[in-house]
């Protein structure tokens, strides 16, 4: 088991910036992918960003250029480095780790509000 803890979240401005961190703790020695996912009021939740263990990194189009994703094993920690924001980027946007193929565990969420 492992578990997940977002921080970060906020209130932004459009066009700023912010940082999510997404800290783990738990059987932490397993080579975990860890995935940033969002989820908007009234929207099924979406796919952000993933980086494995070795550091391949996915973006979604949609953050693509904007959102960075990096990941310090010796720290247990997953930031998300989020650039230029938009109003459509508010949502609760949680952690989530998985070993194969299947997001197993996830964090509690934190609120990203993008005002215009």
């Known amino acids: 088991q492992v578990q997940l803890v977002e921080s970060g979240g906020g209130l932004v401005q459009a066009g700023g910036s912010l940082r999510l961190s997404c800290a783990a703790s738990?059987?932490?020695?397993?080579?975990?992918?860890v995935g940033w996912f969002r989820q908007a009021p009234g929207k099924e939740r979406e796919f952000v960003t993933a980086i494995t263990w070795i550091g391949v990194i996915y973006y979604a189009d949609s953050v693509k250029g904007r959102f960075t994703i990096s990941r310090d094993n010796a720290e247990n920690t997953v930031y998300l480095q989020m650039n230029n924001l938009k109003p459509e980027d508010t949502a609760v946007y949680y952690c989530?780790?998985?070993?194969?193929?299947?997001?197993?565990?996830w964090g509690q969420g934190t609120q990203v509000t993008v005002s215009s």
């Open positions: 738990g059987r932490t020695s397993r080579r975990y992918t």
């Open positions: 989530a780790a998985k070993v194969v193929n299947t997001y197993d565990f």
